[in-house]
């Protein structure tokens, strides 16, 4: 039988991050006046995670962080092959977990960072150029992490279609997932809910725009002398 397993805004969410970190990672080894698209990027970065941990808590009950996120007992079970469940298996909600941490991590030293050459990050006059360079150099040590992390992410999901003859794929894209045994259909994730995730979300992506700092100051204005 068949069972919606992931809502469309948690599939929708899933996939525009994907884009984002995406073009944040090709735009930075380009440079230049790629990097205005960077911090765009990094912007949807920032919106796109503070609605995923939102909707981790309002969302449908498979997306919500307490269906899937387990202690050591329930990991062990599952490596014994005693877990039963439709969404994140509890070892996989470790890696879950992980890419949003180091995600999040990676995002908000960006939003200080800068390039030494033409780009200061959203929030850069907050800190300046001293704080900034060690942020920067945090931003970039990131880098190959997270890049490993996507690698083993992508890998795993291989691992579960070849082995395992479980694609996680599609139901992330349909949302609906073919399942052996009746479960619970998902419960929640309300338009009312889905509106609060998306309004805390934009406003979190506003501020990381740097849209509530002051205006820089403006230079005095120079009186040219009559002749």
Known sequence: MKVRVWDLPLRLCHWLLAAAVATAFVSAQIGGNAMAWHGRAGLAVVGLLIFRIVWGFVGSTPARF????????AIRAYLRGEWHGIGHNPLGALSVLALLSLLAAQATSGLFANDDISYQGHLYALVGADLSAQITGIHKLFEPIMIA????????VAFYVKVKKDNLTIPMITGWK???????????GSLAAFLLAAIIAAAAACAASGALLPPPPQPAAVETPAF
């Open 178 to 188: 073919d399942v052996a045994e009746p479960v619970d259909a998902p419960r929640g």
């Open 149 to 156: 992390l996507v690698i083993l992410h992508v890998g795993a």
């Open 66 to 73: 307490a269906s899937f996120v387990k202690g050591p007992g």
